[in-house]
């Protein structure tokens, strides 16, 4: 799978997804995520790997096994290269999710990826246990998540770089990290509470990394991106 960072297309519409993406010479990996797919639907994400992007789908489904197992059978379609669900949505969702992953994807393609979402960097460990009513630390809810991702036979999760280490001793090096949150240093951290530069990330045992506002956000975005590329790469 590809390895660049994966910058987040977190836009409101087509217009600003394709003025941002023309400031770039190369192929990128880009996240299309809840807020873009619900303006621009199918369309979009079409439209982008037509330009030679890949994209990771992050709609982050969540629902009966049956329902999740049919929108991947949809999804698969797309020609997207990874997609994700929420982990606790349980076990049977998941490998029903991954055969309906299968099942779509059409002869001759390869299979998007598909990843599960432990808890999200915006969680606390006091919000997890006091909203959530879950009584373990926030890395014991991670960690239980990932176990119980790799047992439906899914490829990795995603999580903070604080879990990622713990994660590849649990699940193997091979089973995927993906961390959101990642910041520029001296950057703002929003509306993330767990977060990380990309070299930090890279230490910390983090598979692939997700940028968002510290590329989008920045007055030269490209100048931004080579930055944390060569700070990933490092």
């Given at each position: 799978?590809?390895?660049?960072?994966?910058?987040?297309?977190?836009?409101?519409?087509?217009?600003?997804?394709?003025?941002?993406?023309?400031?770039?010479?190369?192929?990128?990996?880009?996240?299309?995520?809840?807020?873009?797919?619900?303006?621009?639907?199918?369309?979009?994400?079409?439209?982008?790997?037509?330009?030679?992007?890949?994209?990771?789908?992050?709609?982050?489904?969540?629902?009966?096994?049956?329902?999740?197992?049919?929108?991947?059978?949809?999804?698969?379609?797309?020609?997207?290269?990874?997609?994700?669900?929420?982990?606790?949505?349980?076990?049977?969702?998941?490998?029903?999710?991954?055969?309906?992953?299968?099942?779509?994807?059409?002869?001759?393609?390869?299979?998007?990826?598909?990843?599960?979402?432990t808890q999200l960097t915006s969680t606390t460990e006091e919000q997890m246990q006091a909203e959530q009513k879950i009584a373990l630390s926030?890395?014991?809810?991670?960690l239980h998540y990932a176990g119980l991702t790799k047992q439906a036979g899914l490829q990795g999760v995603v999580c903070s770089v604080h879990?990622?280490?713990?994660?590849?001793?649990?699940?193997?090096?091979?089973?995927?990290?993906?961390?959101?949150?990642?910041?520029?240093?001296?950057?703002?951290?929003?509306?993330?509470?767990?977060?990380?530069?990309?070299?930090?990330?890279?230490?910390?045992?983090?598979?692939?990394?997700?940028?968002?506002?510290?590329?989008?956000?920045?007055?030269?975005?490209?100048?931004?991106?080579?930055?944390?590329?060569?700070?990933?790469?490092?």
């Amino acid at each position: 799978m590809n390895t660049k960072p994966i910058l987040a297309l977190d836009f409101p519409g087509e217009k600003e997804v394709f003025d941002f993406l023309q400031q770039f010479n190369e192929p990128l990996f880009v996240k299309i995520g809840m807020e873009l797919y619900m303006q621009e639907g199918p369309t979009i994400v079409r439209k982008v790997k037509d330009l030679g992007h890949d994209i990771f789908l992050d709609l982050k489904l969540h629902d009966i096994p049956n329902t999740v197992g049919s929108a991947m059978k949809g999804l698969a379609k797309l020609g997207v290269d990874l997609v994700n669900v929420h982990a606790a949505g349980g076990r049977p969702m998941m490998e029903a999710a991954l055969e309906g992953l299968e099942a779509g994807t059409p002869a001759g393609k390869e299979r998007p990826a598909l990843i599960a979402v432990t808890q999200l960097t915006s969680t606390t460990e006091e919000q997890m246990q006091a909203e959530q009513k879950i009584a373990l630390s926030l890395q014991e809810s991670v960690l239980h998540y990932a176990g119980l991702t790799k047992q439906a036979g899914l490829q990795g999760v995603v999580c903070s770089v604080h879990e990622a280490k713990a994660i590849a001793e649990v699940c193997g090096d091979e089973f995927l990290r993906v961390t959101p949150g990642i910041r520029l240093a001296g950057g703002d951290a929003h509306d993330q509470k767990r977060i990380a530069t990309p070299d930090g990330a890279k230490r910390d045992g983090s598979s692939l990394i997700v940028v968002g506002r510290a590329v989008t956000g920045a007055q030269d975005p490209v100048a931004a991106y080579k930055i944390v590329n060569e700070l990933w790469e490092a």
